[in-house]
């Protein structure tokens, strides 16, 4: 059973900066997708960021040039550095992966993803 477990999250002024943490545990495939998710308060679950087992990552437009995917194979764990917030960042953030590649046409879509943390809340304040 895949597990992910959020946390970083918290409240910052605009212009700073978080980095969100995700452990994952209990899968054992060679190949995966992991990506990060926003969603605000009566608003469908949008892609942030992606990225598989060889390390390639892909970003929403709106995060480009601010929000870097990165992880640490040996200790399980994906971040998400969050640069240069703004109040529109908002929302609670949500780890997610499948036991599959990552691809462009669905590293960005929630419904390509199985497993799911249980979200961590970022608020940004102008």
């Known amino acids: 059973q895949v597990q992910l477990v959020e946390s970083g999250g918290g409240w910052v002024q605009s212009g700073g900066s978080l980095t969100l943490s995700c452990a994952a545990s209990?899968?054992?495939?060679?190949?995966?997708?992991m990506g990060w998710f926003l969603q605000a308060p009566g608003q469908d679950r949008e892609g942030v960021a992606a990225?598989?087992?060889?390390?390639?990552?892909y970003y929403a437009d709106s995060v480009k040039g601010r929000f870097t995917i990165s992880q640490d194979n040996r200790k399980n764990t994906l971040y998400l550095q969050m640069n240069s917030l703004k109040p529109e960042d908002t929302a609670m953030y949500y780890c997610?992966?499948?036991?599959?590649?990552?691809?462009?046409?669905?590293?960005?879509?929630?419904?390509?993803?199985?497993?799911w943390g249980q979200g961590t809340q970022v608020t940004v304040s102008s």
């Open positions: 997610a992966a499948r036991l599959s590649g990552c691809t462009w046409s669905s590293s960005m879509s929630a419904d390509e993803y199985k497993y």
């Open positions: 209990g899968y054992t495939s060679s190949d995966y997708c």
């Open positions: 990225i598989d087992t060889d390390g390639r990552t």
